[in-house]
Structure formats: C-alpha cells, structure tokens
C-alpha cells in the first residue's frame, strides 16, 4: 500500500508562490498518474480537481481555473510530485491533497474518475491572504 505525504503549504500573499510537495512511500508510482485536489473549508464544499499528470508518458491536464499559473511536474527518482503555485490568490486557499490512480494516465475526465483513485494523502493547508 502507497502512502503519501504532502508538504510545502503555508501562508502567502496574494500574488505570491508555494511549491507544494507529495512523497511517495511503500512502492515506485513511476507508472502511475498522480493529481492534486484541493477542497475549501466552507460548509458543503467538495474537493475539486487541480492538476494531474500521467505515469508513462507525463502528460499534463489543469483545471481551468489554473489558467496558467500552476505547473505540476514528477521526479521518478525521488518517487515525488510538485505543484509550483504562481500568482497565489485568496481563492486558491484551501486544503491541498495528492491522490495516486491505478492507471498510468490521467485522461480528458481525470478529476471525475474516483473509481481509479488509490491512496490519498492527509493533505497541507494553503492560506492566501489579499
């Protein structure tokens, strides 16, 4: 059983940047995609899809909201995934969470596929003030 470990949230100012990290333990997630979600603390509110990227072939998927501040990359050697977080806004405060799938690619509905979810991390607050 993988498990998981983000790091790297904080506090920041708006416009600033985090790099938040998801290390890996138990077995090499080399072929397995990996996202990053992240869920707000008002009532109600679901964890919605960031970014993911694919095992084999590495490709890259982002929310539209992202819109090009967010870069999420892997270091196979060190079995850890990044998320670089650029241009931080308030909006972007949440509760930041890793997820590695069974399979090796994200594909087009990779936030809408929980049945290849696998191991979840415990996930790091982000806070952006304005």
């Known amino acids: 059983q993988v498990q998981l470990v983000e790091s790297g949230g904080g506090l920041v100012q708006a416009g600033g940047s985090l790099r938040l990290s998801c290390a890996a333990s138990g077995r090499t997630l080399d072929y397995n995609a990996i996202a990053w979600f992240r869920q707000d603390q008002a009532p109600g509110s679901e964890r919605e899809g960031v970014?993911?990227?694919?095992?084999?072939?590495?490709?890259?998927y982002y929310a539209d909201f992202v819109e090009g501040r967010f870069t999420v990359s892997r270091d196979n050697a060190k079995n850890t995934i990044y998320l670089q977080m650029n241009n931080l806004k308030p909006e972007d405060t949440a509760v930041y969470y890793c997820v590695s799938y069974t399979v090796g690619e994200c594909g087009s509905s990779w936030d809408l596929r929980t049945w290849d979810f696998g191991s979840w991390g415990q996930g790091t607050q982000v806070t952006v003030s304005s």
């Open positions: 970014a993911c990227i694919g095992g084999t072939r590495a490709h890259t």
